[in-house]
């Protein structure tokens, strides 16, 4: 649950950091900070969402620790943002799930894996989940219905963005953030799909230790695209189905290339971000948020891996299993997106929203 604790050490952070300046080149956060000279819950919950956890601020100031100010900005915000996940996340309820997620994410493939064979023995002879399928359109069909894969995937979507919504809408109605000016959806934008935050300034993260290295910003494009092309490759396979070409498609189609590749890229970006997170010095981080996170990455390799697996499999006896397996991973990670670390995405483009915000009202201002 949100604590009173955390958030005064974060807004303690950004007194000492508001009096001192020394980072203010690194990142997006501390010309917003300097902006202010009293800090709200909700502006640390909206400075804590715009801190990329790049480090860099940790390994420059000389009030880190053991100096007795004991000043960690990377922290104290990483703890913030937790609480204010929990804070947002709605229904109410649904908030616990945000400090269980290995288990939450463990229950939840293992009934999303279980739901898909069910329905399958249900609507279909229980034998075709073990038979030999030819590579041929509707051979997917033939083991889990049409039906079977589509209600249940758009029942969880729809869930899940109504959850993400009104996370961001109480997040933003709380923010109190001024008119949107022109421009500034596109700067957020840009500044979203560059991952800007991440360079520190131009040098990189401080992934390990004090070292400087781009790793960690190629590592989450790797992630973020391949995601993207994966959507984009389950959005492309749906219109091919609608128009009456059914799955599986061939290797050179525009739906098993985009998955492919987009795959690979969540891969290789899950599991290096993992390694980083193994070997990286662990005094910047905030150690409540490392289940969260390697629930994460572990959901999102398992449903990459699942996929491309059943690509190899696909004209094999284990083509049923290995698709039930891949629609039930994808089942999890859909209907545990808002209460997992996922969820990181939508509030940090709604900080970086509102940053490009103030920081243009500030130069139409004159200040
Ligand atoms: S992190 Fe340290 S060096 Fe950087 S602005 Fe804050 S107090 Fe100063
Ligand atoms: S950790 Fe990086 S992104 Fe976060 S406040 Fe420090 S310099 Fe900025």
Redesign the pocket.
């Known amino acids: 649950m949100p604590s009173p604790e955390r958030t005064a050490e974060a807004r303690r952070?950004m007194e000492?950091?508001n009096?001192?300046?020394?980072?203010?080149g690194?990142c997006a956060v501390?010309p917003a900070m300097e902006r202010r000279r009293a800090f709200s819950d909700a502006d640390l919950d909206y400075l804590a969402n715009l801190c990329h956890g790049c480090r860099g601020?940790?390994h420059?100031?000389?009030?880190?620790p053991p100096h007795p100010?004991g000043?960690n900005?990377p922290r104290s915000f990483a703890e913030l943002r937790l609480d204010s996940y929990a804070r947002y996340a709605w229904p109410k309820p649904l908030a616990a799930l945000l400090h269980h997620n290995g288990i939450v994410m463990a229950l939840a493939v293992s009934i999303g894996v279980g739901l898909v064979i069910l329905l399958a023995a249900a609507l279909q002879d229980p034998a075709s989940l073990f038979g030999v399928h030819p590579v041929q359109p509707g051979a997917f069909y033939a083991v889990i219905p049409l039906a079977a894969m589509l209600w249940p995937a758009l029942a969880v979507s729809l869930f899940s963005v109504l959850a993400l919504a009104m996370g961001a809408r109480a997040f933003w109605r709380d923010a109190g953030t001024p008119r949107r000016a022109p421009g500034t959806l596109a700067a957020a934008v840009g500044d979203t799909l560059s991952l800007r935050n991440l360079g520190g300034g131009g040098h990189g993260c401080n992934d390990r230790d004090e070292a400087f290295s781009m790793a960690r910003r190629w590592l989450h494009h790797a992630m973020f695209y391949g995601f993207l092309l994966c959507f984009a490759a389950t959005c492309v396979a749906t219109l091919y189905d609608w128009f009456g070409h059914l799955a599986p498609y061939g290797f050179s189609t525009p739906p098993v290339l985009l998955g492919s590749v987009g795959g690979l890229g969540m891969l290789v970006g899950s599991g290096g971000l993992f390694w980083l997170k193994l070997t990286g010095d662990q005094t910047p981080d905030a150690r409540r948020l490392v289940g969260p996170d390697v629930a994460m990455l572990a959901s999102l390799a398992l449903v990459a891996f699942t996929g491309l697996l059943l690509l190899a499999l696909r004209a094999t006896g284990a083509m049923g299993i290995a698709l039930a397996i891949h629609l039930g991973c994808v089942l999890a990670l859909f209907v545990t997106v808002p209460y997992s670390r996922m969820v990181h995405g939508l509030y940090r483009f709604a900080a970086l929203l509102r940053n490009a915000i103030e920081a243009r009202t500030m130069r139409i201002l004159g200040e």
């Open positions: 952070a000492v950091c009096a001192c300046r020394y980072c203010e690194f501390f601020c940790f420059a100031c000389q009030y880190a100010f000043i900005v």
